[in-house]
């Protein structure tokens, strides 16, 4: 199977309930829902698609020791819980696109309860 393509990530994407994108801070393609940020990808040097997510504390605790993974720049430097792909050696696309629709579910429950409730979720 072939890695994950930028148009794979977007499709993806906007695959989940209530999302927009937009491409900022120097050409990544960042998703929201809601207006909140749960995924970034771009900023690649490697082979792979470079994507950042938000996890739990405890994924962000295992994943930032894999390999291919590390707490994502800037963000996790916040005290924020980010993880940045930046390889599949230790994260296939298949997790990679758990963890994506994990860090939407996560967003999504930090809005307010009138936001949840105008979207349906």
Same mark, same amino acid.
Request: with cysteine; proline share 4%; glycine share 6%.
């Given at each position: /199977?072939?890695?994950?393509?930028?148009?794979?990530?977007?499709?993806?994407?906007? @695959?989940?309930?209530?999302?927009?994108?937009?491409?900022?801070?120097?050409?990544?393609?960042?998703?929201?829902?809601?207006?909140?940020?749960?995924?970034?990808?771009?900023?690649?040097?490697?082979?792979?698609?470079?994507?950042?997510?938000?996890?739990?504390? /405890?994924?962000?605790?295992?994943?930032?020791?894999?390999?291919?993974?590390?707490?994502?720049?800037?963000?996790?430097?916040?005290?924020?819980?980010?993880?940045?792909?930046?390889? @599949?050696?230790?994260?296939?696309? @298949?997790?990679?696109?758990?963890?994506?629709?994990?860090?939407?579910?996560?967003?999504?429950?930090?809005?307010?309860?009138? @936001?949840?409730?105008?979207?349906?979720?």
């Amino acid at each position: /199977m072939l890695p994950m393509t930028l148009d794979d990530y977007n499709a993806f994407c906007a @695959a989940l309930p209530h999302t927009t994108r937009v491409v900022q801070w120097g050409g990544a393609h960042v998703w929201k829902v809601a207006g909140k940020v749960f995924a970034i990808a771009g900023w690649s040097s490697g082979v792979d698609l470079a994507v950042t997510f938000k996890c739990s504390e /405890m994924a962000f605790d295992v994943l930032k020791e894999q390999p291919g993974l590390r707490p994502a720049p800037y963000l996790a430097s916040r005290g924020m819980t980010w993880i940045q792909r930046v390889s @599949a050696e230790a994260m296939d696309d @298949a997790a990679l696109c758990d963890y994506l629709r994990e860090s939407h579910r996560l967003v999504a429950a930090k809005l307010s309860k009138k @936001a949840r409730a105008a979207l349906g979720l």
